[in-house]
């Protein structure tokens, strides 16, 4: 099946990179290296694919629409790529790490892009490295510091797990069909160290979760419904800022407060 013969579809959130420029910077940046197990997500019609192929000797790829999977399946008949055919927000990445950690790479679909880094936080444990192509404002609330209008929930999760730095901005015109809006490339390298010191990682998520649900609230008025009247006297955060002031560290530091609370209630309950 010709490349022409498939349009881009509008469900699938698709826009094929064509640029080589920036294809050429992508593969700079990544810097594949044989032995290295490289997995890309949303291979489109293969315009990174091939020269990751061509440097590691072996990839795998992750596509969900079927006409793709069997356009790649026939471009790259007689090489060592393995196809897997599914939904990568339901993906367990596990699956192809086998006791490695997995360099990650792809141009991602728009309209999955957060859900889909909200599901590889939860599986970090065998993620080695990212480098994604992604709608711009979403990078600028991946790398946003506290108190920019880009910093939320996404900035909070990510950066308190991984190191986050946008490489490049690229137009509309490097895609087919050009998008309404600029895109980016972001590399994102996990680090534990960052959550050095958290408790509890759930009790961590549903702060940040409960903070940014009400932004335009006072962390007083955001968090009152986790019924932890000691929770800023514990932390020594300051109960009258707004989510977007808050840092990462402090974050952690109420995610701490919350769940020694949380474990005296249930042992005095």
């Known amino acids: 099946m010709p490349d022409t013969a498939l349009r881009a579809r509008k469900r699938f ?4 990179l064509r640029d080589r420029g920036v294809i050429d910077f992508i593969i700079a940046q990544f810097d594949p290296r044989d ?11 293969g315009a990174l694919t091939a ?4 440097r590691l000797g072996s990839l795998t790829v992750i596509e969900l629409d079927r006409d793709l999977v069997e356009l790649l399946r026939e471009r790259f008949r ?10 990568a927000l339901q993906y367990d990445f596990g699956q192809l790490a086998m006791g490695s950690r997995l360099r990650l790479v792809g141009n ?6 957060t859900p889909l880094l909200f599901h590889l936080l939860a599986q970090m444990e065998c993620v080695a490295s990212m480098l994604f192509m992604l709608q711009h404002e979403v990078v600028e609330r991946i790398c946003a510091a506290p108190g920019e209008d880009a910093y939320g929930r996404l900035s909070v999760m990510l950066q308190s797990c991984c190191r986050a730095e946008q490489l490049m901005v690229i137009g509309p015109e490097a895609f087919s069909p050009p998008p309404k809006v600029k895109s980016a490339i972001v590399r994102l390298t996990p680090d534990p160290t960052l959550r050095e010191g958290l408790l509890d990682k759930s009790c961590f998520e549903q702060i940040v979760r409960a903070a940014f649900s009400k932004r335009r609230k006072t962390l007083r008025n955001a968090l009152r419904e986790l019924d932890a009247p000691s929770l800023f006297e514990v932390s020594g955060i300051d109960p009258d800022l707004r989510a977007e002031r808050l840092s990462v560290a402090d974050y952690i530091s109420l995610a ?3 769940s020694k609370t949380v474990f005296t209630t249930k042992i005095c309950g």
């Open 256 to 258: 701490n407060a919350y």
């Open 51 to 54: 020269p990751l192929l061509a």
């Open 78 to 87: 007689d090489t060592t790529l393995r196809i897997v055919s599914a939904d």
């Open 13 to 16: 959130g698709q826009h094929f």
């Open 108 to 113: 991602l679909p728009y309209n999955i892009s």
């Open 35 to 45: 032995g290295t197990p490289v997995v890309e997500i949303g291979p489109g019609r």
